[in-house]
């Protein structure tokens, strides 16, 4: 089998290749990185603390706030607000000149009114020419809330006859995953599982183009080898490469502590995604003339091959439809997460992959049997969509 | 050859560099969507703006038929939420996660028993509008069980009020969604990362620009040129700053039309020329160093992983003790910047930094560059 000799080659040039051994273990040093990350943002998300999904900026918003009895303003949000404690005028003037977002006043009397259990009235000016208006009335808003239903509570309790039962209460169970907590934990564990397969894509590109560009292509071509000898060969050292990455990165993760449930199943998932995404990449790579070209139609191709992975699988997280299992990466997710998966689901991400797999090594390998795609002058894409389909008569090489 | 006309070939080298402009278009997709994104988790996020939008048939509740026209099932429909009934809440329990969020019953004892489905994507929503119709529902209970007299309850149901007065409507600005959490994540996190794209890209340019003429083998022409080796890297540089700038501009004037206004754009401006002179710096350092295209590719890349770290890991912390810290880096001081009418003056002092450590790292290329020996060709 010759194209065993082209992987063998190729797999060995790429391992003793010093850059590339320099990539490989700069990618690693960027996956402990993201696993920090990761592992705190899931961490405090889980405590409710320091870490949010949103953004928190402490003083993101300013307001002025005239509480003399200090019962207000001591309970707003001084993380998202830079409280300034002023008085009635020297808010106003802020107001004015746009220094604040809004003022908030308060009775002097209020504590006087809180032990009389009478109303206090609050008032919250709010400067409309300020994006920030919503935050502030969001935060003075639920400070009010509590603290007056924290009131009406206490003022209840203290009018309850000695005598009087308590009405029943509240409880509250939850089930389930939070979706940022799934996001972080399962999502963001599984696009990390399949990063190598697109960090490695320049791999193959290197590999067909660069024998383009070394003018080297000719040399290949004229040894006794088919072209889907050349295609399957390169792309499966590409795989090979990839796979030794995706293993690496799961003994890291695993590691790291992060449950990976069924770790045989996801790497031959991930791996066997890494079949038609080459195979995709080695279409660009044939048909590209250059470095340049290759690296444009990979970034678009990337794109779409990534929201084609990564939609069904949040589409996945928010209704687990059977559909969303055409995606590997779905599969994958759920394979790590320990659920029961039914072999239907398992057969359509398989399908994915084999149909798309012919579909790609069978173009590419058409392309690389074209002199004039490989050595020039190229044709448009239309007319190589064209001859493809049939409907145009080209003559290839033999081999 | 002029410095003019340095900067005039090098603009069109930049204008004519396919991926280049390829970029500046994945730039536009980045912005609208991380714009829609905002959007879609203000919805998720925020019950005033899923009430406005009237989308009420995600917020199925399942309740026991025996609650059927109760106090509690007036509450939740209040809060604008869809009820089911069914026999029994064990019943309605096997579509929880499912077709329900939530199921709602009263115990035999009158306890009220929430159950809640968190992996549903608009938990927080009905969790707090669950939560609010509960909350009514036992404060009538309480008071109805307290014996106290129709005056005293209207006291102690609302014993803090609160009004809110709207000023300069006239003048107000328009915001694509009034919602704290959209003001939040845009202003906090997307538009200094919208604005910053360009001098991301802009190290790129100039490390491309640097060792493909070594690779060109033209390098050795241009310094034979009669222009001082200073003035070849300023040659170099002005364009990839300028068009860094523009975009930057660009994005802004874009940011706008999405009705995420920009404020004080002049002095975000200086924040990103400071910034661009230290990114473009340390692409030109990165190209005095490197051999290949490819090389400085890389380790531009890594520089650039780490910025991002530096510049954005700052935004989602909470640290009292580096608090202080923080009100210096650059992505801090432009969400201030960005989101507000009028500044305060000392934020000037904050920005003093990012300007004085820019200029250094600026001046340090320079003078390497003009090291002849550093350009190794």
Do not use: C
Not at chain 1, 253 to 271: Q, W
Request: net charge neutral; proline share 4%; charged share 15%.
């Amino acid at each position: 089998m010759n194209f065993i000799t082209i992987t063998r080659w190729e797999f060995k040039n790429t391992i003793q290749s010093r850059k590339f051994l320099l990539i490989f273990f700069l990618q690693i040093s960027v996956l402990f990185l993201m696993l920090m990350v990761f592992n705190s943002f899931a961490q405090n998300m889980e405590n409710n603390e320091a870490l949010s999904i949103t953004p928190s900026l402490s003083g993101f918003a300013t307001l002025d706030v005239n509480d003399q009895g200090a019962l207000f303003s001591k309970r707003l949000n001084s993380e998202v607000l830079n409280i300034e404690n002023s008085t009635y005028q020297q808010a106003w003037n802020r107001l004015a000149r746009g220094l604040t977002t809004g003022f908030y006043s308060v009775p002097p009397e209020s504590v006087e009114l809180v032990q009389n259990g009478d109303q206090v009235e609050t008032v919250l000016y709010l400067d409309y020419r300020d994006p920030k208006r919503s935050v502030v009335q969001e935060e003075v808003n639920s400070t009010t809330r509590a603290l007056s239903s924290a009131l009406t509570t206490s003022y209840l309790e203290s009018s309850r006859p000695q005598n009087a039962t308590k009405p029943p209460g509240v409880t509250q169970t939850t089930s389930g995953e939070s979706v940022p907590l799934q996001i972080i934990r399962k999502v963001m564990l599984a696009v990390l599982l399949f990063l190598p397969l697109f960090l490695f894509g320049n791999l193959i590109i290197d590999s067909l183009v660069g024998e383009k560009e070394r003018k080297t292509g000719e040399i290949l071509v004229a040894m006794p080898l088919t072209s889907a000898d050349i295609i399957i060969g390169k792309s499966l050292a590409v795989v090979m490469i990839m796979a030794l990455q995706v293993g690496m990165w799961m003994l890291i993760l695993l590691a790291a502590g992060f449950s990976l449930k069924n770790p045989g199943f996801v790497y031959l998932m991930v791996v066997l995604t890494a079949i038609p995404l080459v195979g995709l990449t080695t279409i660009i790579a044939a048909y590209s003339k250059n470095y340049k070209e290759a690296g444009i139609g990979l970034t678009f191709a990337y794109v779409i091959i990534s929201g084609i992975l990564i939609i069904p699988l949040l589409g996945y997280i928010s209704r687990q439809s059977f559909g969303a299992n055409v995606s590997p990466m779905t599969l994958v997710m759920r394979i790590f997460s320990g659920e029961i998966i039914a072999p239907a689901e398992i057969l359509l991400s398989l399908s994915f992959i084999v149909v798309f797999s012919l579909l790609s090594y069978g173009i590419s390998v058409a392309l690389f049997r074209r002199d004039d795609v490989v050595f020039g002058p190229r044709p448009g894409i239309l007319r190589i969509i064209l001859d493809l389909m049939g409907l145009k008569r080209h003559k290839n090489r033999s081999k | 050859m002029n410095l003019t006309a340095l900067i005039k070939k090098e603009a069109q080298d930049i204008l004519e560099n396919k991926i280049f402009l390829l970029v500046v278009v994945v730039q536009l997709f980045i912005i609208l969507g991380t714009f829609g994104l905002a959007i879609s988790t203000a919805m998720v996020n925020d019950p005033a703006v899923i009430d406005s939008y009237g989308v009420n048939s995600a917020f199925k509740v399942g309740l026991s038929k025996d609650l059927e026209q109760s106090a509690l099932a007036d509450d939740l429909e209040s809060q604008k939420l869809e009820l089911e009934y069914f026999n029994t809440t064990q019943e309605a329990n096997k579509f929880l996660g499912t077709e329900l969020v939530a199921v709602i019953g009263i115990s035999s004892q009158g306890e009220v028993q929430v159950e809640l489905d968190t992996s549903n994507v608009f938990y927080p929503v009905a969790s707090t509008k669950i939560s609010k119709a509960v909350d009514s529902f036992q404060l009538q209970r309480s008071l109805q069980s307290s014996g106290l007299n129709s005056e005293q309850i209207n006291a102690i149901k609302e014993p803090v009020k609160l009004k809110i007065v709207k000023l300069e409507e006239d003048n107000a600005v328009n915001i694509a969604m009034d919602s704290s959490y959209f003001v939040e994540v845009m202003y906090g996190f997307i538009v200094p990362f919208i604005l910053l794209l360009p001098f991301f890209l802009a190290s790129n340019l100039v490390t491309d620009s640097i060792v493909g003429e070594r690779e060109r083998k033209t390098f050795e022409v241009l310094l034979m040129t009669p222009l001082s080796s200073s003035m070849v890297v300023i040659g170099k540089i002005i364009p990839v700053l300028s068009f860094s700038l523009i975009q930057s501009l660009a994005w802004i004037l874009l940011l706008d039309l999405l009705q995420v206004p920009i404020f004080n754009t002049v002095l975000l401006m200086l924040i990103l020329l400071s910034l661009g002179l230290g990114f473009i710096g340390v692409g030109i350092l990165i190209s005095i160093l490197v051999d290949s295209t490819k090389e400085a590719n890389s380790a531009i890349t890594l520089v650039l992983v780490f910025a991002t770290f530096i510049l954005f890991v700052p935004l989602f912390i909470k640290s009292d003790i580096f608090q202080a810290l923080f009100n210096f880096i650059p992505t801090v001081l432009m969400v201030k910047i960005a989101s507000s009418p009028a500044i305060n003056p000392e934020i000037l002092f904050y920005l003093l930094p990012t300007i004085l450590i820019s200029i250094l790292i600026f001046m340090v290329t320079v003078r390497s560059f003009r090291h002849e020996r550093a350009i190794r060709l």
